[in-house]
């Protein structure tokens, strides 16, 4: 049974892998090829290129790229029906992987196709999930409000639950000062934006907490930069690229400062409070704002439903006005029970205590699979 699967970004490397693994223990004669990263690959993937061509966001960031990923776009379809699986599985990265999908769809009009990653449409543009289902047959969700709108979109749906709630966690242990956690992204672009402003926040945070400690887990495609943009920052971080010392970093951290995205839900999974911040090109925000549906791009905040992890995006990402937001959640207080409590409701509603994401999703490819007939 063979499977391709695209993955364009470190997330997805991780939801790919996963994914991977749990069709394997259903079907143990599963094969798979694509694009994804070191996770997906270490699971048996040869990918047809590096993963990190693929990881770029926001319009003005794309533009310059956009003739090589037309041409990956159009190797990428070619070598999918040239394989011929039993399903496309696209892994988020819409901009590429529904490209990708619609080119094959199109050739292969029986050739299941489905997605890992629900559009959010429920933040912006809400028409994307109609277009999406001229080539996507099937959906799977990571949150739990969005299959209704998946399937009043003309596709079939499965809340899969997210895979944060199953990951392991390290055990917390004594630490004799604060532990900042600083993560800056995973895009070569949003690292380079936003490192200065965290080095800033960092000054003001070792005048009041002297022995402040930070960690900063990254990940291969951006360590390089991590360190150039972090040599001059008033605290040395510790920069990890290991999954244990990562894990142990999220579990021991007393606050981190966070660029927008599943990040927060990791943090959310360790109880550490946030604060979210995030610089993008001029233009990509303008034309993001005018187009937003909800009022917080923080996934704690929209699956709890509060709006307790503050956020300081575009122009307000200030290095004073973070500041205060961070050394207010680094003692015990009204802000930081807040965020707590947001935080435990979080992973109640995305799964934990119930079967594993990913063996849920495996079971949804494979029921999707089988009912196409």
Same mark, same amino acid.
């Given at each position: ?21 749990a069709l394997k223990t259903l079907r143990p004669d599963a094969r798979f090829h694509g694009i994804g990263g070191p996770l997906m690959q ?17 319009? #003005?960031? =794309?533009?310059?790229?956009? $003739?090589?990923?037309? %041409?990956? &776009?159009?190797?990428? !379809?070619?070598?999918?029906? /040239? ?17 990708? #999908?619609? =080119?094959?769809?199109?050739? $292969?009009?029986?050739? %299941?196709? &489905?997605?890992?990653? !629900?559009?959010?449409?429920? /933040? ?61 992204g995973s895009r070569r672009g949003e690292v380079s934006r936003l490192c200065p402003v965290i080095g800033e926040v960092l000054a003001q ?7 402040a400690r930070v960690a900063l887990p990254t990940v291969r495609g951006v360590a390089d930069l991590i360190g150039d943009l972090t040599r ?142």
């Open positions: 049974m063979k499977f391709t699967l695209i993955a364009g970004e470190p997330s997805g490397d991780k939801l790919g892998a996963a994914l991977m693994a270490a699971e048996g993937l040869v990918s047809l290129f590096p993963m990190e061509e693929l990881s770029v966001m926001g319009i #003005a960031e =794309i533009l310059p790229k956009y $003739r090589a990923l037309k %041409r990956r &776009i159009a190797e990428t !379809a070619a070598a999918t029906l /040239a394989e011929d699986p039993v399903a496309l599985i696209t892994i988020d990265s819409p901009d590429f992987c529904l490209r990708v #999908a619609k =080119i094959v769809k199109a050739a $292969r009009p029986d050739l %299941r196709t &489905i997605h890992y990653v !629900a559009p959010s449409v429920w /933040a912006w543009r809400p028409g994307r999930a109609a277009k999406m289902a001229c080539h996507i047959d099937h959906v799977l969700a990571l949150l739990p409000f969005e299959p209704p709108l998946m399937t009043a979109a003309g596709m079939t749906c499965d809340f899969v639950g997210h895979p944060v709630v199953s990951e392991p966690l390290a055990p917390k242990t004594p630490q004799d000062s604060p532990l900042i956690l600083a993560l800056p945070a070792k005048a009041t907490h002297p022995t001059d920052w008033p605290i040395q971080p510790e920069i990890i690229e290991s999954l244990e010392g990562k894990r142990a970093a999220f579990a021991n951290a007393t606050v981190a400062i966070a660029a927008s995205g599943t990040v927060s839900l990791e943090l959310a999974a360790n109880s550490c409070p946030m604060v979210i911040a995030y610089k993008m090109n001029p233009l990509t925000m303008w034309l993001m704002r005018r187009v937003a549906l909800v009022d917080t791009v923080t996934l704690v905040n929209l699956v709890s439903q509060t709006r307790a992890v503050p956020e300081f995006l575009g122009p307000a990402c200030r290095a004073d006005d973070i500041s205060d937001a961070l050394q207010g959640l680094m003692q015990d207080g009204p802000a930081r029970k807040a965020q707590v409590d947001a935080m435990t409701l979080t992973m109640q509603r995305l799964g934990r205590g119930g079967e594993a994401p990913n063996l849920r999703a495996a079971r949804s490819v494979l029921n999707a699979i089988s009912s196409a007939g």
